[in-house]
């Protein structure tokens, strides 16, 4: 494997089971090019730092996990291309523009600021800069969960697909759902029940609620571009986003393991277990 691939395929290129998982946030190796005038260690605040991990035994169960390899706070494959930030940019962006309401706090497509305010860039970018990430980063990362799904989907006739991330145990600064607010242990995100049909989101809830965890739905994570692009219930393509509480799993200050991780990780291949067998009772013919 070549060290400057920017995402990797762990497991079956074609799942043996109707289930692939993404981590598009647990990456951490920063490109040469970056020029960011904050520390990488600042830069982590931003990761779902050891998501790919938790979801280890994925592959082992048959199901497909895609991990990035970059850093989210370089370019957040979480975003459509077209969501970028005027106030990045020098110049006028030439592409397509779709911004989200994320770009106004700076956690667009390239992010312009840390969650604690601070700028990230000591100037504004070029666009080819910006085009060029996406050409590198971003589209390869989207072909390459696209390939694992449609690949599930025309061998099954159905594919679930599971997001994976995990949040802070209080929300930041800037954060939507207000400073200073705790966070369940789980938050499933299915865009209001749109992305997935509802007993997928109900079962995953149901395996989590039984092994004694606090989920909530859609609150404050409802899922972003990666659930809403390649999702459509109705020709049986599920997608749902996880968010992991990091207070389960390690320390936010040190962003060390701590001793909930072992066991995280155990609970996370049941449910992965149960997931696949959801779905394997699903198939179509």
Known sequence: MKSDLPCEIRGPRVPGVPLVLDSPHSGRRFPADFDAI??????????????????????EIGASLLAAHFPRSYLDPNRHAGDVDPELIDGKWPHEYRPSRKAKIGKALVWRTLEDGRPIYARRLAVEEVKGRIERYHAPYHASLLGLLDGAHARFG????????????VAGRMSEDGEGRPRADF???????????PGFTEAVRAVLAGMGYDVKLNDPYKGVELVRAYSDPRAHRHSLQIEINKRLYMDEITLARTEGFPRLQKDLERLVEAVADYAKERIRG
Request: charged fraction near 25%; hydrophobic fraction near 35%; glycine fraction near 4%.
């Open 38 to 59: 904050v520390s990488e260690w600042d830069l982590r605040d931003t990761e779902d730092c050891y998501v790919d991990e938790l979801y280890a035994a994925a592959p």
């Open 187 to 197: 938050v499933l995100g299915d865009r209001d029940g749109t992305t997935c049909a």
């Open 158 to 169: 159905c594919v679930y697909h599971i997001n994976c991330h995990s949040m802070r145990a």
